[in-house]
């Protein structure tokens, strides 16, 4: 405490206020922008889910391996959990316009 002591001592003319900062919120995304994203996420995964569909009829005809299968199919479940995790992380219960509702 010396060396505060010796600082408040070359400005004793000067008085301090100290004031708390007020928490900010944590920044949530507009309405819009969440489909906006959700909206993608499922355009993504319908494209997949269609190639998964096309890459299974070419396995039944010989013409792709089990593991393009696999791959495809691995690529559906990404996308299914992806879309889960964007869900889970929105929080619209403090948005304001939307009276207290939540989606």
Do not use: P
Request: aromatic residues 6%; glycine residues 4%; negative net charge.
């Amino acid at each position: 405490m010396e060396l505060i002591d010796k600082f408040l001592n070359c400005f004793s003319n000067i008085e301090f206020t100290v004031c708390s900062e007020k928490k900010k919120k944590a920044h949530q995304l507009s309405i819009e922008s969440v489909a906006i994203g959700e909206r993608e996420i499922n355009r993504m995964l319908n494209e997949a889910k269609r190639n998964l569909a096309r890459i299974r009829k070419l396995h039944k005809s010989g013409k792709a391996s089990g593991e393009e299968v696999l791959d495809y199919e691995w690529r559906v479940h990404e996308l299914e959990e992806e879309l889960v995790k964007f869900r889970e992380s929105q929080n619209f219960d403090d948005l304001s316009d939307l009276g207290g509702e939540t989606l």
